[in-house]
């Protein structure tokens, strides 16, 4: 689709906003509806987007299997890795009161940092999946 | 009678969706129907709860001034568990019907069954 | 610390590490990461069932949320006997695995092969660990997930359509115990097992939870492979690499035994159960699952679907045990189960022994192999005797329960069936022995020498657990009564 010029504007102009509403719908997730699994749908299929447009090979020039790949574990292991904290500052796991001086901004704190994981792991897979699908019919 | 039957439709269309679903499932050969039937089935389940979970009158379940009742926000964090289980079921399962259309060239069952008995 | 957080770990190192192994690089590290993980699960996994004896339950609060509003791990005696079951078998699969695993999946796929590995031992500790039963649906679904894909890795293509036909039949499964779950969910409020236990006696006589009751007893009886629920076992064993079948085949049913045992004993009422035809049923499915897949069993021509469908037979066996409703039954059940995933593992690996050297394990090809491979078929008689359940075996002690508990009752068919399925096993394993050592070698087969030493480690370790079970019982059978006292099922 390449020579289509109104879809490629079109995207271009829609791209930079599901960005940011991603981004908004990740770190408000702790003030109103949204959260990690949401945002990193969102982030996701902005990318996905793109590359539907401009190719596969465009898009993993943006973002490389290898590099989401190590995204997807990374995020499992954000999460993962706040349990640990809390475990080790004293508390249960996934305790967040430990991890700040409050019981309220430990909580906060925590529910930020897990959330993020949970963004960075769902956006990473769910481009994975979408790499796998659309890679397959490649020589 | 009639308004029992009535003041619970909710729970008549998640049975509906759900005997819809399980029954393409069973009797679709298309890989990808069955697919289809399954995520019917499971989404029927997850309307289950989300009904099961409205207060009548109840508001969403975020903390508001001027609000008393609010609708139970568990089964909706459930359900949100629910659903990624099922995406990820989902996934797996289209991931499989592609393997298996390149091993046997087919996503029909009947045919597939053909292939590993005439071998 | 590690005293305090031992139940939590025992889950979130595997859910750790699989991640990470994801990532290794190609090699050999994938592997010893994997073994590390689950050699020290073992070691708490035993810790815990030591911990539980001597001082109780233990109960560990998720995120600090107090029970029955945050998720609860609560180890009683059963918790962590099946924790260590699960943990022990995947400490003796992992070093079996390496050389199995390099000859039959591609190498590329290793890191990935092991992380899946690990994310279902992960689902399978969770599934015995949580006392919260909206968890238990979790991690069933993270456990059946990565089986899917494990089984998928097998070599022939077939591998494909039954991990599919699996997915489809454990989805529906997870999906019934969903709706059951939901069902309880809402005449109870509550999804903590032990708080759902104190509430549900003032609700027994409500229709919902009488349909809840029976979507969880058929969603958990498909997981299990319950006879007439059984279709897609013989085809994944069948199919799935080596690896795979040995670690599920020792597990994964074992574990739906578990959550049927805690939903049956733990959760409802003593009565409410009673009140149902639940027992009759479970008494009538096991013994038609015992005789109709033994006689399966013996027509088979693939080993391992031979011993798939041996399989069916043994879980009829336990179930019989539940179906008693008695503390001897239930106690036979138990001890089955550990015994069953001895004898099954040992068997298994055999014949991925067989497999590593000849390609293929149908019966015409291992013909007269017995002199060749004299440590694998070794292996084999013994853990087959163990199977049919001579004294001496581990078999013996669990037919030996079972009979006694079926004796208790006078339910003489029981005890008929039990007695034919053993006669069943003798001639499926019969006929394996039979063409291992007194039919000729085939010509092709003239060079094939005994299966590597890392093969056959691993499998003899299980060989000795059944004979060693067979002569001392006091591990399992002392474990298995203090279960069954937990579960507060008194002697009838």
């Given at each position: 689709m390449k020579h289509n010029l109104i879809l490629r504007v079109t995207a271009k102009t829609l791209i930079p906003p599901i960005i940011i509403f991603a981004l908004y719908v990740q770190f408000h997730g702790d003030f109103g509806p949204g959260g990690g699994f949401q945002a990193g749908v969102i982030l996701s299929a902005a990318i996905i987007l793109y590359s539907l447009l401009f190719g596969l090979d465009a898009a993993e020039k943006v973002i490389t299997p290898t590099v989401a790949r190590i995204l997807a574990s990374l995020g499992v292991l954000i999460y993962m890795g706040v349990g640990f904290a809390t475990v080790l500052l004293g508390g249960n796991y996934l305790d967040y009161s430990v991890l700040a001086d409050t019981q309220v901004a430990g909580q906060h704190l925590g529910i930020l940092l897990v959330e993020l994981g949970v963004g960075v792991t769902v956006c990473s897979v769910m481009l994975l999946i979408f790499f796998a699908f659309a890679g397959r019919g490649r020589p | 009678m009639m308004d029992y039957i009535i003041g619970h439709y909710n729970y008549w269309i998640a049975i509906f969706l759900m005997m819809v679903g399980f029954y393409i499932v069973i009797s679709r050969g298309n890989l990808v129907k069955k697919i289809i039937g399954l995520n019917i089935f499971q989404v029927s389940v997850f309307l289950l709860y989300i009904t099961m979970s409205t207060v009548k009158d109840g508001a969403a379940p975020i903390i508001t001034e001027g609000v008393k009742l609010y609708s139970n926000p568990l089964p909706h964090v459930l359900i949100l568990t629910a659903i990624v289980v099922g995406v990820a079921t989902t996934a797996l399962a289209l991931a499989l019907v592609i393997r298996i259309k390149e091993a046997y060239g087919t996503i029909e069952e009947d045919e597939i069954h053909e292939q590993d008995h005439s071998l | 610390m590690i005293v305090k957080h031992l139940s939590l770990l025992l889950v979130m190192l595997p859910l750790a590490a699989a991640p990470i192994v994801a990532v290794l690089p190609r090699g050999r590290l994938p592997w010893v990461v994997g073994l590390i993980v689950a050699s020290s699960c073992a070691i708490l996994a035993s810790t815990q069932l030591s911990m539980v004896l001597q001082s109780g339950v233990i109960s560990y609060e998720l995120g600090g949320w107090a029970p029955p509003w945050g998720i609860e791990y609560r180890i009683d005696a059963v918790n962590a006997f099946f924790a260590l079951l699960v943990s022990i078998i995947a400490a003796i699969t992992l070093p079996y695995a390496l050389l199995s695993v390099e000859k039959e999946i591609p190498e590329h796929q290793i890191p990935l092969f092991y992380s899946a590995f690990l994310l279902c031992f992960a689902g399978l500790l969770g599934i015995t660990q949580t006392g919260d039963i909206f968890n238990v649906f979790v991690f069933l679904e993270i456990s059946s997930l990565s089986s899917y894909a494990l089984i998928s890795l097998g070599k022939q293509r077939q591998a494909l359509t039954s991990a599919y036909q699996y997915l489809i039949m454990g989805t529906i499964g997870a999906t019934f115990y969903l709706i059951g779950v939901g069902l309880l969910y809402s005449q109870t409020g509550t999804l903590n097992m032990a708080d759902m236990a104190a509430l549900l006696p003032q609700v027994t006589e409500l229709r919902t939870v009488h349909t809840g009751f029976a979507f969880i007893l058929i969603g958990i009886a498909l997981k299990l492979a319950l006879f007439p629920l059984h279709l897609w076992l013989p085809n994944a064993y069948t199919y799935a690499p080596t690896v795979v079948t040995v670690f599920l085949a020792a597990t994964a049913t074992k574990v739906a035994v578990y959550v049927m045992l805690r939903i049956l004993f733990t959760i409802f009422p003593d009565g409410f159960v009673a009140s149902t035809p639940t027992g009759d049923l479970f008494i009538l499915l096991g013994i038609t699952g015992i005789i109709v897949a033994s006689i399966y069993a013996i027509y088979q021509t693939d080993i391992k679907r031979l011993l798939a469908y041996s399989s069916v037979a043994q879980i009829g066996y336990m179930v019989l045990g539940i179906g008693f409703a008695s503390a001897t039954g239930l106690m036979a059940s138990m001890i089955h189960l550990f015994n069953h995933a001895l004898m099954k593992g040992a068997l298994f690996m055999a014949v991925g022994a067989i497999i590593y050297r000849l390609g293929i394990c149908r019966m015409d090809n291992i013909q007269g192999l017995g002199k060749q491979m004299p440590w694998t078929f070794a292996a084999i008689t013994i853990a087959g005797l163990s199977l049919v359940g001579v004294p001496g075996t581990a078999g013996f002690i669990s037919k030996w329960y079972l009979v006694s508990a079926a004796l208790e009752q006078q339910a003489w068919v029981s005890v008929a069936a039990i007695l034919i399925g053993s006669l069943l096993a003798v001639v499926y394993i019969g006929k394996i022995i039979e063409s291992l050592y007194f039919k000729p070698v085939s010509?092709?087969?003239?060079t094939v020498k005994e299966a590597p030493l890392f093969l056959l480690l691993p499998t003899w370790v299980l060989v000795v657990a059944n004979i060693y079970f067979g002569l001392n019982t006091e591990l399992t059978v002392g474990v298995a009564e203090h279960a069954a006292q937990v579960m507060g099922v008194v002697a009838k």
């Amino acid at each position: 689709m390449k020579h289509n010029l109104i879809l490629r504007v079109t995207a271009k102009t829609l791209i930079p906003p599901i960005i940011i509403f991603a981004l908004y719908v990740q770190f408000h997730g702790d003030f109103g509806p949204g959260g990690g699994f949401q945002a990193g749908v969102i982030l996701s299929a902005a990318i996905i987007l793109y590359s539907l447009l401009f190719g596969l090979d465009a898009a993993e020039k943006v973002i490389t299997p290898t590099v989401a790949r190590i995204l997807a574990s990374l995020g499992v292991l954000i999460y993962m890795g706040v349990g640990f904290a809390t475990v080790l500052l004293g508390g249960n796991y996934l305790d967040y009161s430990v991890l700040a001086d409050t019981q309220v901004a430990g909580q906060h704190l925590g529910i930020l940092l897990v959330e993020l994981g949970v963004g960075v792991t769902v956006c990473s897979v769910m481009l994975l999946i979408f790499f796998a699908f659309a890679g397959r019919g490649r020589p | 009678m009639m308004d029992y039957i009535i003041g619970h439709y909710n729970y008549w269309i998640a049975i509906f969706l759900m005997m819809v679903g399980f029954y393409i499932v069973i009797s679709r050969g298309n890989l990808v129907k069955k697919i289809i039937g399954l995520n019917i089935f499971q989404v029927s389940v997850f309307l289950l709860y989300i009904t099961m979970s409205t207060v009548k009158d109840g508001a969403a379940p975020i903390i508001t001034e001027g609000v008393k009742l609010y609708s139970n926000p568990l089964p909706h964090v459930l359900i949100l568990t629910a659903i990624v289980v099922g995406v990820a079921t989902t996934a797996l399962a289209l991931a499989l019907v592609i393997r298996i259309k390149e091993a046997y060239g087919t996503i029909e069952e009947d045919e597939i069954h053909e292939q590993d008995h005439s071998l | 610390m590690i005293v305090k957080h031992l139940s939590l770990l025992l889950v979130m190192l595997p859910l750790a590490a699989a991640p990470i192994v994801a990532v290794l690089p190609r090699g050999r590290l994938p592997w010893v990461v994997g073994l590390i993980v689950a050699s020290s699960c073992a070691i708490l996994a035993s810790t815990q069932l030591s911990m539980v004896l001597q001082s109780g339950v233990i109960s560990y609060e998720l995120g600090g949320w107090a029970p029955p509003w945050g998720i609860e791990y609560r180890i009683d005696a059963v918790n962590a006997f099946f924790a260590l079951l699960v943990s022990i078998i995947a400490a003796i699969t992992l070093p079996y695995a390496l050389l199995s695993v390099e000859k039959e999946i591609p190498e590329h796929q290793i890191p990935l092969f092991y992380s899946a590995f690990l994310l279902c031992f992960a689902g399978l500790l969770g599934i015995t660990q949580t006392g919260d039963i909206f968890n238990v649906f979790v991690f069933l679904e993270i456990s059946s997930l990565s089986s899917y894909a494990l089984i998928s890795l097998g070599k022939q293509r077939q591998a494909l359509t039954s991990a599919y036909q699996y997915l489809i039949m454990g989805t529906i499964g997870a999906t019934f115990y969903l709706i059951g779950v939901g069902l309880l969910y809402s005449q109870t409020g509550t999804l903590n097992m032990a708080d759902m236990a104190a509430l549900l006696p003032q609700v027994t006589e409500l229709r919902t939870v009488h349909t809840g009751f029976a979507f969880i007893l058929i969603g958990i009886a498909l997981k299990l492979a319950l006879f007439p629920l059984h279709l897609w076992l013989p085809n994944a064993y069948t199919y799935a690499p080596t690896v795979v079948t040995v670690f599920l085949a020792a597990t994964a049913t074992k574990v739906a035994v578990y959550v049927m045992l805690r939903i049956l004993f733990t959760i409802f009422p003593d009565g409410f159960v009673a009140s149902t035809p639940t027992g009759d049923l479970f008494i009538l499915l096991g013994i038609t699952g015992i005789i109709v897949a033994s006689i399966y069993a013996i027509y088979q021509t693939d080993i391992k679907r031979l011993l798939a469908y041996s399989s069916v037979a043994q879980i009829g066996y336990m179930v019989l045990g539940i179906g008693f409703a008695s503390a001897t039954g239930l106690m036979a059940s138990m001890i089955h189960l550990f015994n069953h995933a001895l004898m099954k593992g040992a068997l298994f690996m055999a014949v991925g022994a067989i497999i590593y050297r000849l390609g293929i394990c149908r019966m015409d090809n291992i013909q007269g192999l017995g002199k060749q491979m004299p440590w694998t078929f070794a292996a084999i008689t013994i853990a087959g005797l163990s199977l049919v359940g001579v004294p001496g075996t581990a078999g013996f002690i669990s037919k030996w329960y079972l009979v006694s508990a079926a004796l208790e009752q006078q339910a003489w068919v029981s005890v008929a069936a039990i007695l034919i399925g053993s006669l069943l096993a003798v001639v499926y394993i019969g006929k394996i022995i039979e063409s291992l050592y007194f039919k000729p070698v085939s010509e092709t087969n003239t060079t094939v020498k005994e299966a590597p030493l890392f093969l056959l480690l691993p499998t003899w370790v299980l060989v000795v657990a059944n004979i060693y079970f067979g002569l001392n019982t006091e591990l399992t059978v002392g474990v298995a009564e203090h279960a069954a006292q937990v579960m507060g099922v008194v002697a009838k």
